[in-house]
């Protein structure tokens, strides 16, 4: 440099961008070649990413290259792609969530059929040594129309158990088995035929009532473990699963009260059965 006048270098510093003047420590009247090209380059960059400091958008001849401007332009475009995706990518999920909880409702009549051949197959090879030394247990396969199921059910047997021993033993106890068209998607229903004083009987309807026929059911579970269920409920009473309060209350605190209440429905059935037969 030729240390020109301190005036001169002034008035020429403050006539160039911010930022320019002194970036390299030189004064904008050098006459060094290298530094009027760092100069040069310095300004091409400051361009490309948005010019000074103060944000001005610039004219230079990287104007229309990688601005702030542009870069913040590219990323919103970018997001609003993601966005996009993201929205649609969710409603596939929910349309295939749908589909899928449809299914039970679209069950296939001939998979149902099936399930319930093999099923109720399975319990007539059980029979009573399957449930022994508990009762024994014979079934009947009933024949539509189904006079007293649900408008939905598509199959019922009937069953009977005759416990070997305690409160209800010595005495065939008959129920309904009816299985809705869901099944096994859904629980079969049981309702007993006479009328049995028992905490897991209603005492209205006759419907039975534990867990597995509820909110433990899987479509997993066969005829033949419901109705080993069944036959559980005579040998203990399921008292967390109460329908008939009066019978769980004397079970509980009046036991001799409760047996005789047991026998008077036994001798009932018992009549019953003989005038039937007679």
Same mark, same amino acid.
């Given at each position: 440099c030729?240390?020109?006048?301190?005036?001169?270098? !002034?008035?020429?510093?403050?006539? $160039?961008?911010?930022?320019?003047?002194m970036?390299? @420590?030189k004064?904008?009247d050098?006459?060094?070649d290298d530094?009027d090209e760092?100069?040069e380059?310095?300004?091409?960059?400051?361009? /490309?990413?948005?010019?000074?400091d103060?944000?001005?958008?610039?004219g230079?001849?990287?104007?229309?290259?990688?601005?702030?401007?542009n870069?913040?332009?590219?990323q919103? *475009? *970018?997001q609003?792609?993601?966005d996009?995706?993201?929205?649609?990518?969710a409603?596939?999920?929910?349309q295939d #969530?749908s589909?899928?909880?449809?299914?039970?409702r679209?069950?296939?009549?001939?998979?149902?059929?099936?399930?319930?051949?093999?099923? &109720?197959?399975?319990? $007539? #090879?059980?029979?009573?040594?399957?449930f022994?030394?508990?009762?024994?247990?014979?079934?009947?396969?009933l024949?539509?129309?189904? %006079? @007293?199921?649900?408008?939905? +059910?598509?199959?019922a !047997?009937m069953?009977? +158990?005759?416990?070997?021993? @305690? /409160?209800?033993? =010595?005495?065939?106890?008959?129920?309904?088995?009816?299985?809705?068209?869901?099944?096994?998607f859904?629980?079969?229903?049981i309702?007993?035929?006479s009328p049995l004083?028992?905490?897991? &009987?209603n005492p209205?309807? @006759?419907?039975?009532?534990f867990?597995?026929?509820?909110?433990?059911?899987s479509?997993?579970c066969?005829l033949q473990? %419901?109705?080993? =269920?069944?036959?559980? !409920?005579?040998?203990?009473p399921?008292?967390?699963? &109460?329908?008939n309060l009066?019978?769980?209350e004397?079970?509980?605190?009046?036991?001799?009260?409760f047996?005789?209440?047991?026998?008077?429905?036994?001798?009932?059935? %018992?009549?019953?059965?003989?005038?039937?037969?007679a």
């Amino acid at each position: 440099c030729d240390g020109g006048d301190g005036g001169d270098f !002034l008035q020429t510093a403050t006539s $160039m961008k911010p930022g320019k003047a002194m970036r390299h @420590g030189k004064r904008p009247d050098c006459s060094d070649d290298d530094g009027d090209e760092n100069m040069e380059v310095t300004s091409d960059v400051e361009d /490309a990413v948005g010019g000074s400091d103060s944000g001005g958008s610039g004219g230079g001849p990287h104007s229309g290259g990688l601005t702030r401007r542009n870069i913040m332009a590219q990323q919103q *475009q *970018q997001q609003q792609s993601a966005d996009a995706q993201i929205s649609s990518n969710a409603s596939i999920s929910t349309q295939d #969530a749908s589909t899928v909880h449809a299914r039970p409702r679209q069950l296939d009549a001939s998979f149902a059929k099936h399930r319930f051949d093999k099923d &109720v197959a399975d319990l $007539m #090879a059980a029979r009573t040594p399957y449930f022994m030394p508990h009762a024994h247990v014979s079934f009947r396969m009933l024949e539509p129309p189904f %006079v @007293g199921c649900a408008p939905d +059910v598509h199959k019922a !047997l009937m069953c009977s +158990v005759r416990p070997t021993d @305690g /409160a209800y033993g =010595g005495t065939p106890w008959s129920f309904r088995i009816c299985l809705p068209e869901a099944y096994p998607f859904k629980p079969p229903r049981i309702e007993a035929l006479s009328p049995l004083f028992h905490p897991n &009987v209603n005492p209205a309807t @006759g419907a039975v009532a534990f867990p597995m026929l509820e909110r433990d059911w899987s479509p997993v579970c066969t005829l033949q473990i %419901v109705v080993l =269920g069944l036959v559980l !409920l005579f040998v203990e009473p399921n008292l967390e699963h &109460v329908v008939n309060l009066e019978a769980a209350e004397l079970l509980r605190s009046a036991p001799a009260l409760f047996l005789q209440r047991v026998n008077h429905d036994k001798s009932s059935l %018992v009549k019953a059965s003989g005038d039937q037969g007679a």
